[in-house]
């Protein structure tokens, strides 16, 4: 990028945040400190606990809450038969196998690795869209995919030589952060004629029944009751995750210019490491370090707009 690029990428960077209300800048705000803290809130729930039933118990209480964003919002619930077809692929992706893959992911490593790797989606999201949905990647992007790639390679290089190391939650936070990918690109080809938030609901309350049945399959002889800790946990992801962060997030998509929006994505796995290491005690390495800055500009580079293309993650 030449430096008239840059100054123009700044320029246009503090141009979108000058147009933002103050709802918005508010919104855009809680968002990424509510997604990015969530990661070391995740931890503390699933430390002692089993992360299914975790997250099984977190969704049966957050659905409720969706619901009444609905109605006070008098967004209707119904969802054509046509489309159910359509839509449970796209929960498959978007919700199903990212929920549960992802907290798996948190169990095994810290809440900052998982961080880093779960936002490596829209990388993942960048080429395969370049490779099976016709997307022109710039050389740009080019060089975001192969930071993302060696980040991905210095946090996996450690889990293996460590002795403790789980190369294993590496693999898993990958594997949800490419199926988010995927459904990310079903969204937005989707023909579903049917609000946003409805979607989300549905996707949910799929979810929802999923995440009951797994944990009564694979975790039945480990429920227990939460502990204080576990249940703040619980609470934080009913209300605020799901309660406030999927609407939100869907608003300021749409709402937003591109380059404010991104801003969130990236800074929510730094705020997820620097959450995590202020309040766990998570010891960063240098491969931490170096990891998040390379995913920061892989991002960067994946989704800010350059001036010739309209954004697409």
Known sequence: MSPVQGDGLISRYYQAMHKLSRRQLVVLVLLTLVWGLNWPVM???????????FRAIAIVLGLPVLALVLVTQKVPFRLEKKYWAEFFWMALFNM???????????????????????????IFSAVFGALFFGNALRPRAWAGVAAAALGVALLLWHELSALAGKPLGVAVALLAAATWAIGTQRLQRSKIETPTLTLVFWMTALTTVTMVALSFVFERALWK???????????????????????????????????????????IPVVGVLGGAWWLHEVLHWQDWAAMLLMVAAIASVLLPDGKSRWRP
């Open 43 to 53: 931890k503390i729930g699933v430390q002692d606990y089993a992360p299914l039933t």
């Open 96 to 122: 199903i196998l990212w929920h549960g893959l992802i907290i798996l992911g948190v169990k095994a490593l810290s809440s900052g690795r998982a961080a880093i790797l779960g936002y490596t989606m829209p």
């Open 225 to 267: 009751p939460p502990t204080n800790a576990t249940w703040g946990a619980i609470l934080f992801n009913a209300l605020l995750v799901y309660g406030f962060a999927q609407g939100a997030w869907f608003y300021l998509a749409r709402t937003l210019p591109p380059v404010a929006s991104t801003l969130s994505v990236m800074l």
